[in-house]
């Protein structure tokens, strides 16, 4: 996605559709922020949240 972005102006079918170069640069961060939305639906807080840490308990 970054070379993509990088190089838009060198593909002649990306150039002509008129999209501003701005777009083309947010490209990796918006994929990057929907991949981790999509990955972060099985993602669960630790076991021990809340909880402090005592060293005499281990």
Do not use: C, E, H, Q
Not at 7 to 15: E, K, P, V, W
Not at 22 to 49: D, H, R
Request: charged share 10%; proline share 7%.
């Amino acid at each position: 996605m970054k070379t993509l972005a990088a190089s838009y102006s060198g593909i002649a079918f990306l150039n002509n559709i008129g999209i501003p170069n701005n777009v083309y640069k947010m490209i990796p961060y918006i994929t990057t922020l929907i991949a981790l939305a999509w990955t972060s639906k099985n993602a669960s807080a630790p076991k021990a949240v809340g909880i402090p840490y005592d060293k005499g308990s281990r």
